[in-house]
């Protein structure tokens, strides 16, 4: 006599099996949810967002960070908002990479500094088109 075979539901291959991913919204506390969900708003200006984290989460500014910058390298965080947290990540990388290309002198879609020219990257004057005129000494 044949025994049947349990058939497998495409649900049972792609949940994970492992208890902290099967439910992520659960491993992280309310503050942390509440975090965010005020990143994911769209913000007309900086001062109306400090405003509410202040009133709605009862923190400072740098604690916000601090906090949201944890969340970005949370496994958890990421499994509950995947799309939040990848576009984060990438508006972090990009602004790592200017950082790393201003602090060596190089200018945003330039060659870098001309030889023989010893003046510091002055982005204003990149934007008007123009050099800094040079001072008197």
Known sequence: MMTAIPKTTLTDVTTPQTTNLNRPEKLMDD???QVLRLEAEYWRSEGAKIAVI??????????????????????VALAAYPLLINRLLRARERRRALHASLSTGARPG????????????????????????????
Not at 60 to 67: F, G, K, N, Q, T
Not at 111 to 126: F, H, K, L, N, S
């Open 31 to 33: 503050l942390d949810h």
């Open 54 to 75: 202040r009133g709605r989460l009862g923190l400072s500014y740098m604690e916000y960070l601090l906090r949201l910058t944890h969340l970005l390298d949370d496994e």
């Open 110 to 137: 330039g060659t870098g500094i001309e030889p023989g020219r010893a003046t510091a990257y002055c982005p204003v004057t990149r934007l008007r088109g123009r050099r800094a005129a040079p001072t008197a000494t």
